[in-house]
């Protein structure tokens, strides 16, 4: 299994950028898909993107696309997440979520096809 931390949080005005970065312990990271997901106050689990297990694809939900972008560096078992241009609406706690394939191709939006998630980071982005 995976181990998974997120960091990278904080506060920041609207219109502005930050990184999250999801650093993995446990079995090689390599062979895990991994997803980004956030929970705003009072509102469900939302998928925000993925990325297959060689980062060699990415999707998006249509709320970050343009905006966001998801990345992974295997070789420093770390995924990320560069938020671009944040808007109140962004503001959440975000969590990194993997899952074990075999497939290289493979990724997924519905966090029930996740087996291990980090614990969040709370990214705030004020007006």
């Known amino acids: 299994q995976v181990q998974l931390v997120e960091s990278g949080g904080g506060l920041v005005q609207a219109g502005g950028s930050l990184r999250l970065s999801c650093a993995a312990s446990?079995?090689?990271?390599?062979?895990?898909?991994m997803g980004w997901f956030r929970q705003a106050p009072g509102k469900e689990r939302e998928f925000v993107g993925a990325?297959?297990?060689?980062?060699?694809?990415?999707f998006y939900a249509d709320s970050v696309k343009g905006r966001f972008t998801i990345s992974r560096d295997n070789a420093k078992n770390t995924g990320y997440l560069q938020m671009n241009t944040l808007n109140p609406e962004d503001t959440a706690v975000y969590f990194c979520?993997?899952?074990?394939?075999?497939?290289?191709?493979?990724?997924?939006?519905?966090?029930?096809?996740?087996?291990?998630w980090g614990q969040g980071t709370q990214v705030t982005v004020s007006s």
């Open positions: 979520a993997a899952y074990f394939t075999v497939y290289s191709n493979h990724y997924a939006s519905a966090g029930r096809e996740y087996d291990y």
């Open positions: 446990g079995r090689p990271f390599s062979t895990y898909a």
């Open positions: 990325i297959t297990r060689s980062g060699g694809s990415t």
